[in-house]
């Protein structure tokens, strides 16, 4: 599957409101975000629970019903698994409606395991995602990024490398610049024939530090939508979610933008 490195806002539902999850993702999407990221995990790999399946084949089924009736396309959904055994969950997020899963290279236990992952998600329909904590350097899935890139293979294996910018598991954790490193070295290695996301504190302002070092994908959670402790309804961060998302991908344009005039130059 082809990628078009373009710039992409995904607002991490992880934030939202589950007690108003469907409103708080249409709101986003209305505002102008290209994903819907979904992060679920085990209690094992990391220590925390997210949703499970039910939820987001709910909100398959509620934007089925909405793409028959207003012709608004299904939005994307895109799966960050912080799981032990990423090969048992694939068949049910392609049964939720999952467009790409991005697993981590450190719950496999070596290339071929990782390989078979990606055969598996790729058979299934779905792009194929890696991702990387802040400790494993980029090397550690360079012999899988290399594949369809950097020999003679036909076809590349993975479409999108997400680089954690925070330790997995844990939601408003601070932003870590020293993470730009692994996007700078992936971007540069591998050109535009990769998107590489950032996912964990990011905000306008960090946002614009990633676009810079060539990240194109941003995963944004309470930076666009964050929950109001003592009401039961979402309070979004502006009143309008449109600004921050504009403000993000502008960050992301404008990054992109001068790497571009860096390289002709």
């Known amino acids: 599957m082809s990628t078009s490195c373009k710039a992409i806002v995904a607002p991490s539902v992880l934030a939202a409101d589950f007690a108003h999850l469907a409103r ?19 209690g094992h790999f990391v220590p925390n629970l997210s949703f499970g399946f039910p939820v987001v084949e709910s909100l398959d089924k509620y934007y089925q019903k909405q793409e028959s009736e207003t012709g608004h396309a299904h939005p994307f959904f895109d799966a960050h698994i912080m799981v032990s055994n990423p090969m048992q ?31 598996a998600i790729r058979e299934h329909g779905m792009r194929v995602g890696i991702a990387i904590k802040p400790k494993t350097p980029v090397s550690a ?4 990024l290399d594949i369809g890139r950097k020999d003679d293979a036909e076809s590349t294996v993975i479409d999108d490398l997400l680089v954690m910018t925070v330790e997995p598991g844990f ?19 591998y050109g535009h024939s990769l998107d590489i996301t950032v996912d964990g504190g990011l905000n306008p302002s960090t946002s614009v530090v990633a676009g810079d070092a060539g990240a194109n994908v941003i995963v944004a959670g309470s930076a666009v939508f964050r929950i109001c402790p003592n009401a039961c309804f979402c309070a979004f961060s502006t009143s309008e979610p449109e600004s921050v998302i504009g403000v993000i991908r502008k960050a992301v344009e404008e990054g992109m933008a001068k790497r571009a005039h860096e390289v002709a130059e």
Do not use: T, Y
């Not at 969950?89 to 078979?116: P, T």
């Open 171 to 189: 939601g408003g954790q601070k932003f870590m610049p020293d993470m730009m490193i692994k996007v700078e070295e992936a971007r540069k290695r």
């Open 89 to 119: 969950w694939i068949e049910e997020l392609k049964k939720c409606g999952c467009n790409q899963v991005d697993f981590h290279i450190e719950a496999v236990k070596d290339h071929e395991e990782c390989l078979k992952v990606c055969q």
């Open 141 to 144: 899935v360079q012999s899988v």
């Open 24 to 42: 708080d993702c249409d709101e986003v999407l209305k505002g102008g975000a290209d994903w819907l990221h979904l992060d679920f995990m085990d």
